[in-house]
Every structure is written in structure tokens, then in C-alpha cells.
């Protein structure tokens, strides 16, 4: 067996390496986890997200233009149902509070 000297200075180093090992993971932790570079990762992983969804859009676009403007037609009538009702409704023939007639010729003066 070795003697208790030698064992301690081993158990030493290796404690020292030990702390080295957990420092360089805490630093490498505090980088990942800064809010900073979390917030950066995101919006990255956002972008790249939303620009693969536009592109698979606009390749289904390229391949079925007929559906596309179906879509649109569909979504512009939508939004115009307000407008394209009150182009269809029926006028009254006489506002309320309206007179056919001039003053004064009338029985209703």
C-alpha cells in the first residue's frame, strides 16, 4: 500500500481536476441559459420555422393555383359579405319622415 502522504496528494489533483470539470460545466451552462442567447435561439428557431412554412406554402401554391385562387375568392367574399349584402337589399320606397308631396298642396299639412 502507499502511504497516506501520496494518497492525499492523489486525492488532491484529483479534487482539483474534479473542480475544474464542474467550473467549465458552470460556465458553459450560465452561456445556455443567459436570457440573452435564449431569446436569440428562439427567435433563430422561429424564423427558420416560419420560412420552411412559407416555402412548403408557396411550393403548394406553384402546384395548385386553381385552389389558391379558389381561396382567395372565398376569403375576398368573406370579407365583403357586408358590402356585397347591402348592394342586394331592397331600398324602401319612402325614407321614414319623407314627404312625396310640396307643402301646402296636400291634405297631410
Known amino acids: 500500500m502507499s502511504d497516506p502522504a501520496t494518497r492525499l496528494a492523489a486525492a488532491e ?5 474534479a473542480r475544474n470539470r464542474l467550473s467549465a460545466t458552470l460556465g458553459k451552462l ?3 441559459l443567459n436570457p440573452r442567447t435564449l431569446a436569440r435561439t ?18 403548394t401554391a406553384v402546384r395548385n393555383p ?10 375576398g367574399l ?3 359579405r357586408h358590402r356585397i349584402a347591402h348592394l342586394f337589399r331592397r331600398k324602401p320606397k319612402h325614407k321614414p319622415g319623407h314627404r ?3 307643402p301646402g298642396l ?4
Open 13 to 17: 489533483v484529483e479534487a482539483a481536476l
Open 106 to 109: 296636400g291634405p297631410q299639412d
Open 66 to 75: 386553381g385552389a389558391v385562387a379558389g381561396a382567395t375568392a372565398l376569403a
Open 30 to 32: 450560465q452561456v445556455r
Open 78 to 80: 368573406f370579407l365583403a
Open 100 to 102: 312625396d308631396h310640396e
Open 42 to 59: 428562439a427567435a433563430r428557431d422561429v424564423a427558420d420555422k416560419g420560412s420552411a412554412a412559407a416555402q412548403a406554402g408557396l411550393d
